[in-house]
């Protein structure tokens, strides 16, 4: 069982591609050959057939309701033959109220990377543009205005006008091109990680060799129910001809 405590101690950060929610948990249900178990305080379940033993576990210590729920998949290879790990044979289904299996959309590799361009391009159009209203804004800042009176042989009279400050223009100038520099950068260091992020952690296509496991994020489209209600789905995993079902209850935590 070596392998299996190597792979229950994998903790994979989760990239944040949600928002906020009600705070949920979770509960396995163990068929037979499943132990459901708790691993660094989080709950786990090992299911183990003649040729492969798989192992799901949350991500985070908790889901939010109407999120992405975030699962790290772990796969050893008990066969002396190479076997695919692939995602398109990982399937979670939703049990709804009426008895019936709604499917839930496996998020692949490919399509969070998608989506994480898209996010970058959107986060780009938004920072030029705050950065040319900074930019415009520092242009803006040599001129002012003046105003007064002065006293005449005919009595008081007020004048007004403008100025320009070439002096005050240039340091706004410069510290609005600082800003945007900083700005520009933070956003392109958070992107290059998030990608960095997705390539790292998010489970793909493998080939197992005998005896090796792999492990990886799973991500999928939320289960849907009202706020404060449980939701059972089963994330069947097919490998080398044998097919897992983890069977797991998503609900309101319960009150301490």
Sequence with gaps: MRKINIILAISLPVLALGGCGQGEGINFSANVNQSAIIRDGKPALVSKKKSSIVLVG???????????????????????????????????????????LRPLQVITYEQLLQEERTRQVIGALIVGAAAGANSYSASRSGYGNYSGTINTSRGPVAYNGTYYSPTAASIASANASAQNDAMIANTVARGQANMASLERNVLKDNTIMPGEWIGGQLHFAPPESEPGQSKQYTISISIAGEVHEIEITQGPKPSS
């Design 58 to 100: 949350l991500a985070a210590r908790e889901l939010a309701h109407g999120v992405r729920p975030v699962y790290i998949i772990g796969a050893t290879n008990l066969s002396n033959q190479p076997v695919d790990l692939k995602v398109e044979n990982i399937q979670v289904n939703q049990r709804t109220s009426g008895g019936s």
